[in-house]
């Protein structure tokens, strides 16, 4: 079991009672008390903290961090010793310290203090926040070799997410003796996978603008998204690649939907920077790590084309029209950790069409389509329209884009100004215009907009563009962006388990999650 560990990090002993009873409240397994964090830190405020957080019934971490590492106040070295040694006077569960202190002058009084306690274990640690250590292996033998019985963490900066691994296999070779996590942005998989590989523990903050070190989820975060307490060593994880994805909806209706579903799936968010270089490396590292448990990703900008090349270097099964749209925004991992490559969006968004106007794909042909864009969206529409055989024109303001779509899937071109001429059953908006917070605009003058027409817009933020707003007004069919969306994840979901998605969830979640961004 790993111990969802919750820092205590109030600046006087009201505030951190206040942070206990929040953690205990949250569903925290364990405290941090961050005495660095107190002003006026002396033995009498030490010991009333540490009495009111052992009534919690939690087991108690106190750390008292060094200023180089991490620590909050500039304290002297003896008085931060002085502090260790009285909590494992008062009785602490674990106190937290520095290795390189601990090598110099803390070892021997500290490992005085717990030979005549019973109760009290100790945490080595070391922290880099500027990047990772470069001798990770070292570190560890030289901290259980400095204290065989002592539980071993570091704590650094992944620049970028590859420099998770380096924590993951130490994580793999050690268990439970360890913990490993990554801080920064690119490191928060670190904090969910630790659950998996059995780390001693991983740290959660107690409420928003709480966080003591960069990247960590709130444990509400932990607990209901990511389901942190279901993780054990045969969760299967699931994510989206992309820069940025902060933002992306995938991690709450995925997740929303393996839990509904009980399946013991967990999807992550995956910040993957840089170009195919890096994007090949991440994978090369997941395949390389089964034991990681990674069966599938979402791929999302700016990746789509590095996960085609991806797979196609490998000589991998990839869905054909995928290969024609030139995208792949969906890898499966399978068996002996082969990745195989899909497209759902263009499907997502027949879907979407089809299920709106109650009709068959097959229903579509002949079918006159305008679409507005020539993008990566528009790309994989187009190939699912000609695909079933729609007449299909493209508009776009860069001309030079139409054209080469329109030869790519034998349609007809214009520049995105002659749309005043449109003449089309269905209208698809696959440009940015109308997205937030360009809210009050639309690639189509409301003019041009006919009550036996479909208007379907791709954009889902917001909700109702303006386009759909208008093409209501007249008396149109519409489909939203969001339909597309919950297409499409729909199609992941078969794909990374095999079962059809529960869709209620997926439209309850998707729109819930649309409504707050806007
Ligand atoms: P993209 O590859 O960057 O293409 C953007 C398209 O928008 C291009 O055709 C571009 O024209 C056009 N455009 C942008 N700004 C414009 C402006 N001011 N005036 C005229 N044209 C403009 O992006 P994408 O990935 O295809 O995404 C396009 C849209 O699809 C976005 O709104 C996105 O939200 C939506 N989308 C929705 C889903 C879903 O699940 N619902 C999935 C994917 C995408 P130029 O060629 O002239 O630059």
């Not at 206990?20 to 405020?45: H, P």
């Not at 909590?87 to 310290?97: E, F, N, Q, S, T």
Request: overall charge neutral; charged content about 20%; glycine content about 8%.
């Amino acid at each position: 079991m790993t111990y969802l560990a919750v820092p205590i990090s109030g600046k006087d002993l009201e505030s951190c009672k206040k942070q206990i009873a929040a953690a205990v409240k949250a569903g925290a397994g364990m405290l941090e008390l961050r005495t660095d964090y107190i002003e006026g830190l002396n033995v009498d405020k030490l010991r009333e903290l540490v009495e009111f957080a052992k009534q919690t019934a939690l087991p108690i971490i106190v750390t008292c961090r060094d200023s180089n590492q991490g620590g909050q106040n500039i304290l002297p070295s003896e008085f931060r010793k002085k502090i260790l040694i009285e909590a494992v006077k008062l009785g602490a569960d674990l106190i937290d310290c520095e290795y390189s202190n601990f090598i110099k002058d803390f070892g021997e009084p500290i490992k005085k203090a717990l030979a005549e306690s019973k109760k009290t274990k100790l945490i080595l640690s070391e922290h880099n926040f500027n990047g990772p250590f470069e001798n990770l292996n070292i570190i560890y033998d030289d901290m259980f070799t400095a204290y065989p019985q002592a539980i071993v963490k570091t704590a650094y900066k992944a620049n970028h997410i590859n420099d998770c691994f380096a924590a993951f296999d130490i994580l793999k070779k050690y268990g439970n003796k360890t913990i490993a996590i990554c801080m920064g942005q690119a490191g928060i998989i670190s904090r969910i996978i630790a659950a998996k590989l059995s780390a001693f523990l991983t740290f959660a903050s107690g409420g928003e603008n709480q966080e003591t070190a960069a990247g960590q989820l709130t444990i509400e975060q932990m607990k209901n998204q990511f389901r942190f307490e279901t993780i054990n060593n045969d969760t299967d994880f699931f994510g989206v690649i992309g820069e940025p994805v902060e933002h992306s909806i995938g991690p709450v209706v995925h997740n929303a939907c393996f839990a509904a579903e009980n399946l013991n799936k967990i999807y992550l968010p995956l910040l993957v920077s840089g170009s195919q270089l890096e994007f090949n490396q991440f994978l090369d590292n997941i395949t390389a790590r089964p034991w990681l448990g990674f069966r599938g990703f979402s791929v999302t900008l700016p990746h789509k084309t590095s996960a085609l090349e991806y797979a196609q270097g490998k000589g991998e099964y990839i869905e054909p029209l995928a290969v024609k749209i030139g995208a792949v925004n969906t890898l499966v991992i399978g068996l002996n950790e082969r990745i195989t490559g899909y497209n759902t969006d263009y499907a997502g968004a027949l879907d979407a069409l089809t299920n709106s106007l109650g009709i068959t794909k097959k229903q579509l042909l002949n079918k006159t389509a305008a679409v507005l864009g020539a993008g990566g969206a528009a790309r994989a529409i187009i190939a699912g329209l000609s695909d079933v055989r729609a007449k299909i024109t493209i508009y776009n303001r860069t001309v030079s884009k139409a054209q080469g779509l329109a030869t790519d899937f034998g349609c007809h071109w214009a520049e995105l100004k002659e749309i005043e001429k449109l003449d089309a059953q269905i209208v698809i908006n696959c440009t940015s215009i109308g997205m937030y917070p360009n809210n009050d605009t639309s690639p189509v003058p409301a003019k041009c907009l006919k009550k036996d027409m479909v208007i379907f817009d791709t954009i889902y933020n917001p909700l109702e563009t303006l386009l759909l707003k208008q093409a209501k007004q007249a008396g149109a069919k519409t489909v939203s962006g969001a339909e597309m969306f919950i297409n499409q994840a729909a199609e992941q979901f078969k794909l990374f388990t095999h079962k059809n998605c529960p869709m209620e969830i997926l439209r309850e979640t998707t729109f819930e999650s649309l409504r707050n961004k806007t």
